[in-house]
Every structure is written in C-alpha cells, then in structure tokens.
C-alpha cells in the first residue's frame, strides 16, 4: 500500500517562530487532508489541498502531486499550536475512497 | 457548520464485554467511515460503508466488528467481544457523494477504555 511519511517526527519551538512540516507519500493521491490533533484528541481539519498553495491565517500549506509531497508552513507560532500535526492522502477504490495517515509531527510550542 | 457527532466521548469496558460506538454523521453526506487511533500512534483506516454495506475494511476489521446504519441518521460500529488491545480512539467519519475526492469531515472521537 502506499506509504506516507511526515517528517521531523518532534519539533520544539519558541512561541514567535516559523516552521514548516513535510509530507512525503509514495505514489500518486487523489487528494491530501491535513489535521491538527489537539490535547484533548480532536482531529481538526486544516487543509484539504490536492494541489497549489491554500493559506488559513498563519498556516498555510502547499502541495506538488507530482514530485508527492506536501508541506504545512505555520508562522509566528503560538502555544496554542502544540499538539500532532497529521497529513493523510486520499485513496480512491472502486465504491469510495480512504484516507492513509502519515506518523504525524509532535510539535511543542514554548512560552 | 454541519458537524459529526460521537457519543460517548469516553467509554470504559470489562474485557469481553460488547461495545457500541455511535455516530451521527452529516445529514446530506453518503459515504461513512471508521478509524481508530492506537494511543501514540498514527490514525488507521477500519471500514468504509456506503449504500447500506461494507465498501471496504481493512485487516484490523475482524469478525469481532460490525458497522449498521440502523436508520437514517446513525451509523454504528459494534465490536463484540471486546479485547485489551482493542484500547485506542475511535474516530467517526462522513464525506458528501458529490464527488469522489471530497474532504472527509470527523467527529471528535470516542475514547474507548477496555479493563
């Protein structure tokens, strides 16, 4: 099956800083979502970006399907961001699709 | 904006025991899904549902699972004789059927306990 790996796997910043998460999958996606996974456990949807560039306020992300990767720039970092960062890419199959989640970026923003 | 809802949020089981897990996904959404997350670890797909069947379910959905949509507005994975190992988040999902690559939109999980 195809394999999806996000890479650092840990990210420490100092709240103000920039960073940007990297999405690598193996083979062509039909689509790719990102996620943000609170403390608490909640999934929350940031991006759905088959391609191109989306921006959300200080995130943004892009997405070149040819060369297979993604990337999730997240600028003047806040405590607020803590928590696992997951990209998952959209498979499709004859009556629907599902989603591969990569291993996901703990990042740990510090006051 | 529409969201899928989960309940409970948090369910604590006797080993062996059977557990339901419910889920209201979008009203006007067509496909449905399950995953499950291990604590620490990555969110793996379970089962996929559309058209009142299994689409698709991968080799953690054991004979020990099920899924029903019972009525019009509930979708429900049972699992029935309840493991340890079984442990983890589970996290319900819905996407519209306007197009095959449209967003898939979560509930907020339910955290399942197994004692």
């Known amino acids: 099956g195809i394999q999806v790996e996000q890479s650092p796997p840990d990210l420490i910043l100092q709240e103000g800083a920039n960073s940007t998460l990297r999405c690598n999958f193996s083979d062509s996606v039909n689509n790719l979502q990102w996620f943000h996974q609170n403390p608490w456990g909640q999934l929350i949807n940031l991006f759905y970006i088959p391609s191109g560039t989306k921006q959300n306020g200080r995130l943004s992300a892009t997405t070149v399907a040819t060369e297979r990767y993604s990337l999730l720039y997240i600028s003047s970092s806040q405590t607020t961001d803590s928590g696992v960062y997951f990209c998952a890419v959209l498979i499709s199959f004859n009556a629907g699709n599902m989603l591969t989640f990569g291993g996901g970026t703990r990042l740990m923003v510090k006051p | 904006e529409p969201e899928v809802t989960q309940t409970p949020s948090h369910q604590v089981t006797q080993m062996g025991q059977e557990v339901i897990l419910r889920c209201v996904p979008i009203s006007n959404h067509l496909y449905f899904y399950w995953y499950r997350q291990i604590l620490g670890q990555k969110v793996e797909f379970l089962v996929s549902f559309y058209n009142n069947e299994i689409s698709e379910k991968s080799e953690i959905f054991d004979d020990q699972f099920s899924v029903e949509r019972p009525d019009g507005s509930n979708f429900t994975l049972k699992i029935r004789s309840t493991k340890l190992e079984d442990s983890a988040m589970y996290f319900c999902?819905?996407?519209?059927?306007?197009?095959?690559?449209?967003?898939?939109?979560f509930g907020d999980g339910t955290r399942l306990s197994i004692l």
């Open positions: 999902a819905s996407r519209s059927g306007t197009a095959r690559n449209q967003p898939q939109h």
